[in-house]
């Protein structure tokens, strides 16, 4: 069975610093490009950063360029999100999910962590 | 703003069909870049409903169907039950942004 298990996910003051993991199993990682995608309360969903299965490629939103990196250790079947300069606009439950691939129309996002909190807030 | 525009809501009595719209452009959908839709239950993480404009994946009822022309594309769902009401998302690739988009979300409610 395919499952992603997210964690990482807590209170920080703004301008802080925080990673979240997502864990991988059932299928093989390195095939998959894999992505974070966030829900801040109330709100949609909103993509937030995607990574090739090779590792190679990575592309965010505008909304975190520059201050998120994500990366990922196909030795270990890990998705990671670096998040530095943290504001209380990135509060929000942090989905970590995979897909076939990101840039083709083949990205379709299946099947999805049961997400990780993360809270901005001094 | 999001990219992609759907409406934020849609009704329909059980038993009834309803459909929910997504507006692209000429740098996602219209440049012909497939549509997937997902289904959010209250509390709990989304769900795959439709991939490739078209397709279901193993599980879901043929009640749900998906289509694609020009810029935009429609999630219909037929035999409306209880158990639909849920947030819908469509998302697609953008081009010009290097981006996966979605659109803002639609709440179905069964009247």
Redesign the interface.
């Known amino acids: 069975e395919v499952q992603l298990l997210d964690s990482g996910g807590d209170l920080v003051q703004p301008g802080g610093s925080l990673r979240l993991s997502c864990a991988a199993s059932g299928f093989t990682f390195s095939n998959y490009a894999m992505?974070w995608?966030r829900q801040a309360p109330g709100k949609?969903?909103?993509?937030v950063s995607?990574i090739s299965g090779s590792g190679t490629s990575a592309?965010?939103?505008?909304s975190v360029k520059g201050r998120f990196t994500i990366s990922r250790d196909n030795s270990k079947d890990m998705l990671y999100l670096q998040m530095n300069s943290l504001t209380a606009e990135d509060t929000a439950l942090y989905?970590c999910t995979t897909a076939p691939t990101?840039?083709?129309?083949?990205?379709?996002?299946?099947?999805?962590?049961?997400?990780t909190l993360v809270t901005v807030s001094s | 703003q999001?990219v992609l525009t759907q409406p934020p809501s849609v009704s329909g009595a059980p038993g009834q069909r309803v459909t929910i719209s997504c507006t692209g452009s000429s740098s996602n959908i219209g440049a012909?870049?497939?549509v997937?839709w997902?289904q959010?239950l209250p509390g709990i993480?989304?769900?795959?409903l439709i991939?490739?404009n078209d397709n279901r994946?193993s599980g879901v009822p043929e009640r749900f169907s998906g289509s694609k022309s020009g810029t935009s594309a429609s999630l219909a769902i037929t035999g409306l039950q209880a158990e639909d009401e849920a947030?819908y998302?469509c998302?697609s690739?953008d081009s010009s942004?290097?981006?996966?988009?979605?659109?803002?979300?639609t709440k179905l409610t069964v009247l």
């Open positions: 992505s995608v949609g969903l909103e993509w995607g592309f965010y939103a505008d989905y990101l840039t083709t129309s083949r990205n379709w996002l299946d099947p999805w962590g049961q997400g | 999001s012909g870049y497939d997937h997902y959010q993480a989304p769900k795959l991939y490739g994946p947030d998302y998302q690739y942004l290097r981006a996966v988009v979605f659109g803002g979300g």
